[in-house]
């Protein structure tokens, strides 16, 4: 079976990020962003080669074959996964429009990108479809102490069950609160300690053998003071 052959070429690049369209012959451009820009730029050809572009405006240059050829996709910017949220993604959209005066192009102004988000604002995104159950926000982990966060972080890293976008998104967020230095919320019993300084004690911790749940049931007997928690003499 011979494969179509295609009047422009897309990139082959599989990830989250922001791509044009861009009419060579008028140097009008239409901006866009998806979570996997190589099949949203694929599916926009599809319409193109058929003399349909994304929008009335794009239309009007699509009369003829010789049209199609005016145009050309171009990768303006990409991400790794789980390193952007839906929000920022359109923000960085934004700035491309922008950028390439594209609502004097084929952008529509009455649709601007901050408000067609399909995920939820503080989502992270991925290029790899997710089933609903295992898409996770971030704004739950942004909201937990340093002790509650380097918590859960260390035991999700020992479960056999990994979560990989809550992983990703937690070490992000550890690695930011170090960078910052942060206070420690309102509250905490650990209040003299950094976020640096928690996660050093965990690491040490785990090279001395202890494992997860003793390792947790410490910190919580340092934030709360319960002898519930307190560690046991070994015998």
């Given at each position: 079976?011979n494969r179509?052959q ?12 922001v791509?044009?369209?861009?009419n060579?012959?008028n ?18 050809r ?12 794009m ?5 003829s ?14 991400f ?26 084929y952008?529509?102004?009455s ?10 604002d ?5 290029a ?14 942004t909201?937990?102490?340093n ?21 990703f ?18 509250g ?6 950094t ?7 965990i ?17 919580l007997?340092i934030?709360s ?11």
């Amino acid at each position: 079976m011979n494969r179509k052959q295609h009047i422009i070429q897309v990139p082959d690049v599989k990830k989250v990020g922001v791509y044009a369209i861009h009419n060579k012959f008028n140097d009008k451009y239409y901006v866009g962003s998806s979570v996997n820009i190589n099949s949203r730029m694929k599916s926009h050809r599809s319409n193109i080669e058929k003399l349909n572009g994304s929008n009335l405006k794009m239309d009007e240059d699509l009369k003829s074959e010789n049209d199609i050829k005016n145009f050309e996709f171009i990768v303006l910017e990409t991400f790794e996964d789980f390193e952007i949220t839906d929000l920022e993604l359109r923000n960085r959209e934004a700035f491309y429009i922008n950028k390439y005066d594209a609502y004097n192009g084929y952008n529509v102004s009455s649709r601007p990108p901050t408000i067609n988000g399909y995920f939820g604002d503080n989502e992270f995104l991925r290029a790899e479809k997710m089933s609903y159950k295992n898409r996770y926000c971030c704004k739950d982990i942004t909201k937990m102490s340093n002790t509650s966060l380097l918590q859960r972080y260390s035991k999700m890293l020992c479960t056999d069950q990994k979560r990989e976008n809550e992983i990703f998104w937690m070490k992000h967020e550890i690695l930011k609160r170090m960078g910052t230095r942060p206070e420690l919320e309102k509250g905490e019993n650990m209040e003299d300690m950094t976020i640096t300084e928690i996660a050093r004690l965990i690491e040490g911790l785990r090279s001395a053998g202890w494992e997860e749940k003793k390792i947790n049931d410490f910190l919580l007997y340092i934030e709360s003071g319960s002898e519930e928690f307190k560690p046991k003499e070994e015998k």
